[in-house]
Structure formats: C-alpha cells, structure tokens
C-alpha cells in the first residue's frame, strides 16, 4: 500500500508540474491527498489519516467551488476538469524529474524521521520549492498548498501535533492558504492575458 | 480566563463590524484595544483552565501591548476613510492571531503555525486592495515568502522535536538554519525581506500592519523558543558568522535605503536593517542579547507601523494613491509630521528613542562576541539618518496650505511617538518585564 501511496503523491506532485491553467489543481492536489492519506495510515495510524482527508476535502472544496465566471457553480464533470488542464512541457517534466529523484536520493541516503514518510515529506518539499520559484499562478498555488502538506506530514511524523489546537491551527492554514490563493486568482483572472478559447471560458489565465 | 479573553475579544470586535456595519469602526477600535491593553494590564497570568496549551507570561503582555498599541494607529487610520474602513476586521483578526502566538509560545509549532495563519488572515486585506494599491504580483511574492517562513519554522519544530526523542545527529544545524530563515522572512530581515519593499509602496497601512503583527509574533517565538532550544546556543563560530553576516546585511539594508527615491520602500529598507541587527544580536550570544533582541523588534514594530500609516494618510490626501504630500506636514498636521519624525528616528536607532535602547543594549550584550558590531550599528544608523533626511527632510519645509482638521489617527500617531520617546528615555521596567 506504501508503493501505492507513493505513487498517487508523485502522480499529484508530476501533475502540479504540468498544470496549465487552474483547472487541473483539484485533480492534482486531490491526487496527492490521497497519497499522503494512505502514506499516514500505516505508520500513525487512521486519525492522521482522518485528519488529512478533512483538509483534502476543504482544500479541494475551496478550489473546486471557486470560479472567475460571472455565474459561479461547483464544476463536477471530469472532462471540464481534465480537458486542457494540463499541458506537456518537457523541460517543466524533466526539472519536475529532477527534484523528485532528487529528493527519493536525499531521503535514501539521510532518513530523517525514519519511517516510510521520509520520502514524500522530501517529495512534497522539493518540489513544492520548485513550483513556487519558477512556476506561473497555479504551479506557485499548488507549490505552496505542496509546502504546507509537507510541513504536516513532517510534524506528525514526529509527533509535534500534541495538543487539539495544534491539529486545529494546521487544518485552518491549510483551509486559509487554499482560500487566499483562490481569492487571489479571482482578481488574477479578469486582468490576465487568457492562452487558448477553453481557458478565457473558464476564467483561467496565465500571468 | 485572560489567555482566552486576549484572543476573542479581538475576533469579537471583528465579528461586531461585520454584523454591525452601522456601529463606527473607530469605536470598535479604540474599545477593542483599550480592553486588551486593560486585560495585559491587570488579567492573571494562569494557564488556560478550558483551551490546552494557553498561557500568558509577564514578557508575552509586553508584546501583545506592542501589537495592540501598533494595530490601533493603523487601524484608527483605516477607520477614518469609508472607503478603507473594510480592513478594520481583517486587523482585528489579526491581532487575534498575534495574541494566540503569544499565548501558545512555549511550543515552537503552535507559535510557528499560529504565525503563518496570522500572516495569511492579513493577506486577506493586502487582496481586497489589488487594483487600487498593492499589485497582484506584490501580494503574490508576499504570500510566497510567507509560506516559506512558516514552513521553515514547521521544520524546525519537527527536527527539533525530532531531536529531542531520540538525538538524531546531523538535524540540529538544519533546524537552525531553518528557524533562522522563517524569523527573518517574518521580520523582514535582509535579504529575506524582498516581499516588503513593493508592498510598503503600493500599500502602506497593509504593510505596516503586517510588520508590526508579525514582528510582534516573532518576539512571541523568540521570547518562548530560544531558552529551550537544543540548536540555537552551540557552536561559537557559527554565532559569530551569523552575527557578522547580520551585521553586514543590515549596513547593506541602510545603504538601499539611502539610495531609494520612494519613501515607503526606504521605510522597507529600514526595517529590514533594524531587524538583521537583532537577529544578529541573538545569534552571536543567544541567552543575554534576547531581551535586546525583543526591544529592538518590538521598537520597530511600532516605529514602523507609526511611519508607514503617516505615509498612508499623507498619500491618500494626495491627488493619486501613492503620491506622498510629506511637504510642511508638521505645520498642516503637526501631531501626525512630528509622529512620523519620531518614528523615523526610532527605526534608524537615533538617542532618546526606543530603537536606540534596543541597538545599545545589543551592543552591550553581543559585541563583544560579534567583531564589529557596534561600528556596524553606527554606520547604519548614520546612513538610514542620511536617507531619511533626504527623503523625509520636507516635512519642515515651509507650507502655504492652512493647517488641516483634526483626525484621530494624528492622535493615536501622536502616542506612538509617545511611547517610542518614554521607550529610549525609560525603558527599565519594561525591560525587566521581558527579563
């Protein structure tokens, strides 16, 4: 189940890489929760697995219930999703590549929490890193949204989440930044050059 | 009850102004403040009976006084203009933030998280001015950087909890380094502040909030972390590199300052210089320079909020947002020309001021450990005079223009240079509240 879960977070993480436009951030993001959620319940157990998958679902509510369209509505077909959400750029994939072999090198040859989590803690945090210096708007969101996943993964690897307000706090920033981000791509959205027909109908458009 | 108190009453005040729009926001303000000042004041210092890991020492109500006396001048600044009067919740929110880090300091990722939900809650306001101030990609760079902060102080925490289950090797240095890191991106220190200078220019009284509410939680952080920490207090050469390096770093600060032809990114450049001195100051000698190190953020947190409402105001009398009228300021509006004098004068660490107190107590403290250090401070602090003579000189000049009305944002102004100049020339008691 490890291999599983760590591939659905390379899956997530390779995918935030190749976002072009927002559309594709839930299914990216959504991707790597669930990686991280099932990465969780072996060595800690089913509340920080618990625990992940409540914030999954607000982080992936925030963005799916958001829209730059005059009428906003929760968009739940796959093909709006999927269709143009992602765009193959080689040297986005090879850099993408890079940090994550990278990042499985470092967490092979200095374990630090010394459970299966080593790996994707290293994942999320490189490639986090990656997407929000060279990456457009929804690289940089999905970026950060990576960097906020890995710190918490981190510290209940570690058992440094001892009290419900740490829970509480963590769930909150991870809920807040998705929503910032979002309230940032709204007024993003109407002053940004759009790229194709399909992106300028959904709002989305690269700064 | 006071640790809850301190928290909800700021929340409650934001809760009254978004149900009550007809209530004037400047009275939620000024009620708001007073009551949580009172609370520092006279409330017990008992641990939280009903909420786990909530406490308020002597030193955490000297910093949520400093946060609450910066949040009142910019948030009474805000108050006075309809148009702006909308951020008012979203600074209260934050002060409530700011009040939960003090109240949860002990521990590192309580604080450090708190933080980072303080830092993206006053996001929230920098986003409903995109388009009419702060630019999207200024707010974007700003919410970057503070994700990295927070994330930095969240894995110092863990490699700190790590190390102190089970003495991993090779983590300590790591979680120093990263603590170091998510500090100075908090405080705006060089070269870590490169989120501040285009939000000081496009959005003053976000800025200034911002630097003082987060200033304000990192003295939290500071304050409950640093006696406990197994990582900040080996390795003597590696004090010394950070303490030069910090020095360095802020004479780089004051040298961009002086160079700037914007008021608000030299008031950036300032800041970040004042705040590399005290982390310098920790760094190279980390058990005696703390109280220094709290002083000195603490000073700049209100000279800095003190300066950049000055320059929101001034800049929204100007025919443009972001057109500063600085000129004859003390003769149109003398509480508020003489505040920003007094300000300007603190963040550039000049006698009789609070700023000056923290630089020389720093000095005291580190320089003997740290070569330099002292000349260091000097040469910075006659650069950042220079720069603001420069820059803010006109404030004297000779006005035609009548003298304005009276708004409360010159006198809330007005007690900050109060409290700034009463800082540099009585400073004891506070400072053996931090001790």
């Known amino acids: 189940m490890i291999l599983v879960a760590d591939a659905l977070v390379v899956t997530g993480v390779v995918l935030v890489g190749l ?40 982080v992936i509510g925030v963005l799916v219930t958001s829209s730059t369209a005059p009428s906003p509505s929760i968009a739940l077909s796959p093909r709006i999703w999927l ?106 959205g109407p002053r940004a050059p759009d790229r194709s027909g399909s992106a300028a109908v959904e709002g989305d458009g690269a700064t | 009850m006071t640790p809850e108190l301190v928290i909800f009453l700021p929340l409650f005040g934001a809760v009254l102004r978004w149900t009550v729009p007809r209530l004037h926001p400047l009275r939620i303000v000024l009620a708001v403040v007073l009551a949580e000042e009172a609370l520092v004041a006279f409330g017990d210092t008992a641990r939280s009976p009903a909420i786990e890991g909530l406490a308020l020492d002597p030193a955490g109500r000297v910093v949520l006084a400093v946060a609450a006396l910066a949040a009142l001048v910019v948030l009474s600044a805000l108050a006075d203009d309809a148009t702006t009067a909308d951020g008012i919740a979203t600074g209260l929110v934050g002060l409530a933030g700011v009040a939960l880090v003090v109240t949860t300091d002990a521990s590192l990722v309580t604080a450090a998280t708190a933080s980072t939900v303080t830092a993206l809650v006053l996001s929230w306001g920098l986003i409903r001015i995109v388009g009419s101030g702060a630019s999207h990609r200024s707010v974007q760079r700003y919410l970057v950087w503070v994700l990295l902060a927070g994330s930095g102080l969240l894995f110092s925490g863990a490699f700190a909890g790590l190390y102190q289950q089970q003495a991993v090797p090779g983590v300590l240095a790591p979680a120093a380094a ?37 200033g304000c939680a990192v003295m939290a952080i500071l304050e409950g972390t640093v006696a406990d920490s197994p ?190 100049i009463v800082g540099g020339i009585y400073p004891w008691p506070i400072i053996a509240l931090l001790r």
């Not at chain 1, 970026?143 to 570690?158: D, E, M, R, T, W």
């Not at chain 2, 991106?185 to 909030?209: N, Q, R, T």
């Not at chain 2, 020309?337 to 107590?361: H, K, N, Q, Y």
Request: hydrophobic share 60%; net charge neutral.
């Open chain 2, 178 to 214: 990263l603590f170091v890191v998510g500090a100075g991106i908090f405080v705006a220190a060089l070269p870590f502040s490169l989120w501040l200078p285009s939000l000081c220019d496009e959005a003053p009284e976000g800025a200034g909030l911002i630097v003082a509410l987060l």
């Open chain 2, 231 to 420: 990582f900040l207090a080996s390795d003597a050469a590696l004090r010394g590199a950070l303490g030069t390096g910090g020095g360095i770093a802020a004479i780089v600060g004051s040298f961009l300052a002086l160079g700037e032809k914007r008021p608000g990114r030299a008031v950036a450049y300032l800041v970040g210089a004042g705040a590399d001195f005290s982390l310098a100051g920790l760094a190279s000698n980390s058990t005696d320079a703390l109280v220094p190190a709290l002083w000195l953020l603490g000073a700049q947190a209100l000279a800095a909020s003190l300066t950049l409402t000055v320059l929101f105001r001034v800049g929204r009398a100007g025919s443009a947002r972001g057109a500063v009228s600085l000129s004859g300021l003390v003769w149109r509006r003398p509480l508020l020309g003489w505040s920003i004098v007094v300000g300007l004068l603190s963040l550039v660490g000049m006698p009789l001021t609070a700023g000056f107190v923290g630089r020389w107590e720093t000095i005291e403290a580190a320089g003997w450990h740290v070569g330099g250090l002292a000349i260091g401070m000097l040469i910075a602090s006659v650069l950042g005079g220079l720069a603001i003579l420069r820059l803010f000189g006109s404030v004297f000049d000779a006005s035609d223009q009548p003298a304005e009305p009276f708004r409360v944002v010159d006198l809330t102004a007005a007690l900050i240079a109060v409290v700034l």
């Open chain 1, 83 to 188: 269709s143009g959400a992602f765009r193959a750029r080689w040297f986005d994939l090879s850099v993408t590549a890079v940090a994550i072999v990278g990042a499985l090198a470092v967490a092979n040859e200095r374990p630090v929490f010394g459970s299966d989590v080593d790996p994707i803690v290293d994942v999320l945090l490189f490639t986090g890193l990656l997407n929000c210096l060279v990456g457009r708007s929804p690289r940089i969101a999905g970026g950060l949204l990576l960097l906020a996943s890995a710190g918490a993964v981190a510290l209940q690897a570690v058992d440094q989440l001892s009290t419900r307000t740490d829970w509480f706090l963590l769930a909150v920033l991870q809920i807040l930044l998705a929503l910032a981000l979002v309230r940032l791509r709204s007024i993003e």
């Open chain 1, 19 to 58: 976002l072009d436009g927002w559309k594709g951030a839930p299914v990216a993001l959504g991707s790597q929760y669930l990686g991280l959620a099932l990465v969780l319940l072996t060595p800690l157990g089913i509340i920080p697995s618990l625990v992940e998958i409540v914030i999954a679902a607000g």
